[in-house]
């Protein structure tokens, strides 16, 4: 089956640091990527629509300059947590559909803001 | 915002019991999925289910819809130790089945040895 590939798996930074997560779509091309949060024992929110090629959409209070997602191939779009604070830390997910409609997630990202 | 309620929240069962999910949603969609997580890791895709569907299997999941009470249900059975994760459906209320998905709150499933 399809393949996403989502780094680092866990990572922890300083107050005040920006942390990049890739996602790569290893054996597909992925016009749209999804990129989610999720916090303890909580579902997924959905946070932004990455389009390759163009400005990802944000959902509504998503803070787009907080969030800087760059989606600049049809494999790879990355989020940057910018000016990461404690209250970033959580679990971050990608994903990517392919033509039958269901998603191919990332293993995920583990974000610990000290 | 979340578009699905899922219950029950948890669900603790024994082995070989079968476990019963569902899933009530708000607004019309194009398809239903389900998808499993097991605990700090990505989701994996379990079934799809389009609107015009009634009820689809595969293996041992079985997996209702009823577009006029905007639910439902997911069925394990013979459940295993193995199938303890976390179950979440999925809609797609896109008018061009973009794949944007909005997810339930989940279930999280106890399959005791």
């Known amino acids: 089956g399809a393949v996403v590939s989502q780094h680092p798996s866990r990572v922890i930074c300083k107050s005040g640091t920006s942390v990049k997560i890739e996602c790569r779509s290893l054996d597909f091309q992925a016009t749209t990527m999804f990129w989610y949060r999720q916090f303890p024992k909580q579902s997924l929110m959905l946070m932004a629509t990455s389009n390759e090629g163009s400005k990802a959409t944000y959902e509504q209070g998503v803070e787009k300059d907080k969030f800087l997602i760059n989606h600049a191939s049809l494999t790879l779009s990355t989020l940057t947590v910018t000016s990461a604070h404690p209250e970033d830390s959580s679990f971050y997910i990608c994903s990517a559909s392919m033509v039958d409609e269901k998603l191919f997630f990332g293993s995920g990202t583990q974000l610990s803001v000290l | ?113």
């Open chain 2, 1 to 113: 915002s979340q578009q699905g309620e899922e219950d029950p929240q948890a669900l603790s069962i024994q082995e070989g019991e079968n476990a019963t999910m569902n899933c009530s949603y708000k607004t019309s969609i194009n398809n239903l999925q389900w998808y499993r997580q097991n605990s700090g890791r990505g989701l994996v895709h379990l079934i799809l289910i389009r609107s015009n569907e009634r009820e689809k299997h595969s293996g041992r999941l079985r997996v209702t819809l009823d577009t006029s009470k905007k639910s439902s249900s997911l069925l394990i059975t013979a459940s295993r130790a193995a199938d303890t994760a976390s179950y979440f459906c999925a809609t797609d209320a896109t008018s061009s089945n973009t794949g944007k998905l909005i997810f339930g709150q989940g279930t999280t499933l106890q399959v005791k040895p």
